[in-house]
């Protein structure tokens, strides 16, 4: 029995959902229980800024219904991302070790697992609930396939339990025809979930990885990051206009049979939009619409037509 696709957006909260998906005026406290509504998952990209805190959890909790799913995204010192010292906790941040442009960089382990412990700590309100999905280590660009980045990815494991790990890629030496199949062992050996990613292609960006579909894990998870090469390392650019791309009807098609194999070897299975600016709507050249919800549901529309389960 396939695994039922369940599609989402990666984040509720992103200016163009905010605008264009939301009934007009409706207040941002309101928002989370609406989007819940229409999906049964998200993702949440606040905590790769800040840890959260435990009412900020809670609320998560309370406003959502049984048996959603929230993916929370790493901490950018847990994935190995510059981050400020003002946004560690104050009583820790007296010990770490920041540059001249008031970074912290690199922590010692025990410091940075002390960072991991309260970020697990936090997120007690959505495991109790039974509403936590699994723990997003985007990696930094940075990050090359090498024995002492293996090293770290098994450490960041151990720190957390018994909670989900999904790894995103985003150096393209992980995929490439040499390490590939080493990559995906390895996931499969610390007992990690691989997210499949669909973004631009190029044959010169060393932060963008190949699309290889598979799975490591019970769990098939592939998140679409739109297909705007031009905006892609834009300096000095926003995350809207990076992923600025309304996916057309026959791009997504490309996906069915995807979907279809990794819902086939999958517990559980998830696809997320990550395409978080707005686009003129087709339908109405006057209005506007938000890119990740559009394609969310096309996509579902899409998978229905060619009977692969999903919601």
Same mark, same amino acid.
């Given at each position: 029995?396939?695994?039922?696709?369940?599609?989402?957006?990666?984040?509720?909260?992103?200016?163009?959902?905010?605008?264009?998906?939301?009934?007009?005026?409706?207040?941002?406290?309101?928002?989370?229980?609406?989007?819940?509504?229409?999906?049964?998952?998200?993702?949440?990209?606040?905590?790769?800024?800040?840890?959260?805190?435990?009412?900020?959890?809670?609320?998560?909790?309370?406003?959502?219904?049984?048996?959603?799913?929230?993916?929370?995204?790493?901490?950018?010192?847990?994935?190995?991302?510059?981050?400020?010292?003002?946004?560690?906790?104050?009583?820790?941040?007296?010990?770490?070790?920041?540059?001249?442009?008031?970074?912290?960089?690199?922590?010692?382990?025990?410091?940075?697992?002390?960072?991991?412990?309260?970020?697990?700590?936090?997120?007690?309100?959505?495991?109790?609930?039974?509403?936590?999905?699994?723990?997003?280590?985007?990696?930094?660009?940075?990050?090359?396939?090498?024995?002492?980045?293996? &090293? %770290? $990815?098994?450490?960041?494991? #151990?720190?957390?339990?018994?909670? *989900?790990? =999904?790894? /995103?890629?985003?150096?393209?030496?992980?995929?490439?025809?040499?390490?590939?199949?080493?990559?995906?062992?390895?996931?499969?050996?610390?007992?990690?979930?691989?997210?499949?990613?669909?973004?631009?292609?190029?044959?010169?960006?060393?932060?963008?990885?190949?699309?290889?579909?598979?799975?490591?894990?019970?769990?098939?998870?592939?998140?679409?990051?739109?297909?705007?090469?031009?905006?892609?390392?834009?300096?000095?650019?926003?995350?809207?206009?990076?992923? &600025? %791309? $309304?996916?057309?009807?026959? #791009?997504?098609?490309?996906?069915? *049979?995807? =979907?279809? /194999?990794?819902?086939?070897?999958?517990?559980?299975?998830?696809?997320?939009?990550?395409?978080?600016?707005?686009?003129?709507?087709?339908?109405?050249?006057?209005?506007?619409?938000?890119?990740?919800?559009?394609?969310?549901?096309?996509?579902?529309?899409?998978?229905?037509?060619?009977?692969?389960?999903?919601?």
């Amino acid at each position: 029995m396939a695994a039922t696709v369940r599609i989402g957006t990666c984040s509720w909260a992103d200016e163009a959902l905010s605008k264009w998906f939301y009934p007009p005026k409706l207040p941002a406290k309101e928002r989370l229980a609406w989007y819940a509504e229409h999906f049964d998952t998200v993702e949440v990209d606040s905590t790769y800024y800040r840890l959260p805190t435990d009412s900020m959890v809670e609320g998560w909790a309370q406003r959502t219904p049984d048996g959603f799913a929230m993916h929370v995204k790493a901490f950018g010192l847990m994935t190995r991302h510059p981050v400020k010292a003002e946004t560690i906790p104050e009583d820790l941040r007296a010990e770490m070790p920041v540059d001249e442009r008031g970074r912290v960089d690199r922590p010692p382990r025990e410091l940075r697992g002390e960072v991991f412990r309260r970020f697990l700590a936090s997120l007690e309100p959505l495991r109790a609930a039974g509403k936590l999905g699994g723990i997003l280590f985007q990696l930094p660009p940075y990050v090359v396939f090498k024995d002492s980045s293996l &090293d %770290y $990815l098994e450490w960041a494991r #151990e720190q957390l339990g018994g909670d *989900e790990m =999904l790894v /995103e890629f985003r150096h393209r030496s992980w995929l490439d025809d040499e390490h590939r199949a080493e990559s995906l062992a390895f996931l499969e050996r610390i007992g990690a979930t691989y997210v499949t990613v669909d973004a631009p292609k190029s044959d010169t960006a060393k932060n963008l990885v190949p699309t290889v579909v598979a799975t490591t894990s019970p769990t098939a998870y592939v998140r679409f990051h739109g297909r705007n090469l031009g905006t892609w390392n834009k300096r000095g650019g926003s995350a809207a206009e990076r992923f &600025d %791309y $309304l996916y057309s009807e026959d #791009e997504l098609a490309e996906w069915v *049979e995807p =979907l279809r /194999e990794l819902a086939g070897q999958a517990e559980q299975a998830f696809a997320f939009f990550n395409n978080n600016a707005s686009s003129q709507d087709p339908d109405n050249p006057l209005g506007r619409i938000s890119q990740a919800a559009t394609n969310a549901v096309q996509l579902r529309r899409l998978l229905d037509v060619n009977r692969i389960p999903a919601k």
